[in-house]
């Protein structure tokens, strides 16, 4: 049956925690604007984008043109060489940050850019000891597993950090989850500065978040969030990091980093996932004083190599010259007040929430918070088989993730709510029998 040679070959050779989604995995072969295909010919819209990487969506013609003119000409020099085009994305970037004499080192992921935000914040302070949010992702390598705070996806205890997690906006399974927004916030506050006090040595480098918990299932904080907790941050003198890996370059809307929603300006970011639009491309934009602490060399052999960039580049244009962040916040809401009449009608949806096109749909037990995981797994199967992708995550799980690509039409975003509707009707009506 199609795919099951390649899956067995799969799991003989790769690692048997690198999951694949469905019960019978897709390979897809190609991808067009806002769907991709498998190598059946079926057609599937893609509202999981790659895991956020594709950002403005599949062959796009600018972007294609890009990689084939530099692959043409050179792939890869080294940092020891100028590289034009490298220079240029670091102004872009550094511009749009709003840091002053802000710096940017470009490497290959996003974990290679937590830590190297988390190398910078720990060296410029002299001291390894840093706060994550609850509920965060932020890598896979030993710094980053180690700020990060979903069981999940903690792989080892081994750390070279001292971590201490404090409350994130995360309200649904918070005990502060009947306060108001001003109430949820002042308790928030209260309990990073009674953390700072009580359970550090009070030399804190860095708090490190995400503006909106991507793993975490699009736990989206309430506005005044981030300004409540960088003034504590600020008594301290701690730095604070802006995780951008999946809310950078106008995922979330108008907002070109997601932190800038909230009228923040963190002491440095880290991006990687959509600025190339899938080819491997990650970075830092820190201020000039704290990108410049390290007093030895540092490099990274392919971080910002040509092609990347010259994709990195065309992304970010298309992104601007389409006005994707003005599309972002228009289909964004449409998906989600369409995502929220569904919810109106099955109790097993706890929460819609979001900002932009990173939208979580939160799948509980009727009448409870109890997580419902086969529920989620049984969306997932029922929405590949009428040609839906998403995604799912979340703290325990449970979240439904709809994330299309940015060059996402109200129509296609109608096609995936007429999907998602028909699918939860059959489930109720199976349910019911
Ligand atoms: C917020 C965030 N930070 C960091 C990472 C790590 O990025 P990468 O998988 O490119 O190493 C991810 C990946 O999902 C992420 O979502």
Redesign the pocket.
């Known amino acids: 049956m199609g795919t099951r040679p390649l899956l067995e070959r799969h799991r003989a050779v790769m690692p048997s925690w690198m999951n694949l989604y469905y019960e019978d995995p897709i390979e897809l072969v190609r991808g067009e604007g806002r769907h991709v295909f498998d190598g059946e010919g079926r057609r599937y819209l893609d509202f999981f984008g790659g895991?956020?990487a594709t950002m403005v969506g599949h062959d796009i013609p600018e972007i294609t043109e890009a990689i084939r003119e530099q692959a043409g000409r050179i792939l890869h020099t080294s940092t020891l060489y100028l590289v034009r085009r490298q220079v240029e994305l670091a102004e872009r970037i550094a511009a749009a940050s709003g840091i002053p004499d802000a710096k940017v080192f470009f490497v290959n992921?996003?974990?290679?850019?937590?830590e190297t935000a988390l190398l910078l914040a720990t060296q410029y302070r002299r001291s390894n000891q840093v706060l994550a949010l609850r509920g965060s992702?932020?890598?896979?390598s030993f710094g980053?597993v180690a700020a990060t705070g979903i069981r999940g996806w903690s792989a080892t205890s081994l750390s070279p950090l001292n971590v201490t997690y404090v409350h994130s906006g995360y309200r649904l399974r918070s005990p502060f989850r009947g306060l108001d927004d001003a109430a949820y916030v002042a308790a928030c506050k209260e309990e990073l500065r009674t953390i700072i006090e009580t359970a550090t040595a009070g030399d804190v480098a860095c708090l490190i978040a995400?503006p909106v918990q991507?793993?975490g299932g699009f736990a989206t904080p309430p506005p005044s969030f981030f300004a409540e907790m960088k003034s504590v941050l600020d008594e301290y003198g701690i730095l604070f990091v802006s995780?951008e890996?999946?809310t950078g370059f106008g995922r979330t809307g108008a907002a070109y980093f997601g932190i800038q929603a909230f009228g923040v300006r963190p002491d440095a970011m880290?991006f990687?996932?959509g600025v190339a639009n899938g080819v491997a491309m990650?970075g830092v934009v820190a201020r000039g004083d704290l990108m410049d602490c390290l007093g030895a060399n540092s490099i990274s052999t392919a971080g910002g190599n040509p092609l990347a960039c010259a994709a990195a580049v065309a992304t970010l244009d298309v992104i601007r010259d389409r006005d994707l962040q003005a599309n972002a916040d228009r289909v964004g809401a449409r998906l989600r007040d369409g995502l929220r009449r569904i919810a109106a009608d099955h109790a097993c949806v706890a929460e819609v929430r979001g900002m932009g096109l990173m939208i979580g749909v939160e799948i509980v037990t009727p009448g409870t918070t109890r997580p419902d995981t086969a529920l989620v797994a049984r969306i997932l199967e029922e929405c590949r088989s009428r040609g839906l992708l998403i995604g799912r995550g979340g703290l325990l799980g449970n979240v439904l993730r709809v994330t299309p690509p940015m060059t996402v039409t109200e129509e296609e975003a109608d096609e995936a709510l007429r999907i998602l509707t028909d699918v939860m009707e059959e489930i109720a009506a199976m349910a019911a029998v």
């Open positions: 895991l956020l992921s996003g974990t290679e850019a937590v992702y932020h890598g896979r980053t995400e991507g793993a995780d890996v999946q880290a990687a996932k990650g």
